[in-house]
């Protein structure tokens, strides 16, 4: 069983960064593949970026790539993306999502665990 419970949402204005963490609880975190969603109103959750347990692995959306970075820690057990040059289309819920599994997937429904989600907004 794995616990994640998001942190660092907030309003920041277009062209400004924010960092968002993932605090996860289980022994066996480091072995999940951790990725970011992210849900706008209106829209289906979508996917933003993964990272695989050794961190040799991180997949963007095409819409992030360039300004969003994932990294974890397996030794704290966290998982961070770091957001920069936000956008007003960046506006959304992001939800941190383990999968057990060696492999990435940009598919929600591929993942086993979910956070509550932190909410992001952007002002232009």
């Known amino acids: 069983q794995v616990q994640l419970v998001e942190s660092g949402g907030g309003l920041v204005q277009a062209g400004g960064s924010l960092r968002l963490s993932c605090a996860a609880s289980?022994?066996?975190?480091?072995?999940?593949?951790m990725a970011w969603f992210r849900q706008a109103p209106g829209k289906e959750r979508e996917f933003v970026a993964a990272?695989?347990?050794?961190?040799?692995?991180?997949y963007y959306a095409d819409s992030v790539k360039g300004r969003f970075t994932i990294s974890r820690d397996n030794v704290k057990n966290t998982v961070s993306l770091q957001m920069n040059s936000l956008k007003p289309e960046d506006t959304a819920v992001y939800y941190c999502?383990?999968?057990?599994?060696?492999?990435?997937?940009?598919?929600?429904?591929?993942?086993?665990?979910w956070g509550q989600g932190t909410q992001v907004t952007v002002s232009s």
């Open positions: 990272i695989n347990w050794s961190r040799d692995i991180t």
């Open positions: 289980g022994r066996t975190f480091r072995y999940y593949v």
């Open positions: 999502a383990a999968r057990s599994n060696l492999y990435y997937s940009t598919r929600s429904y591929e993942y086993d665990y």
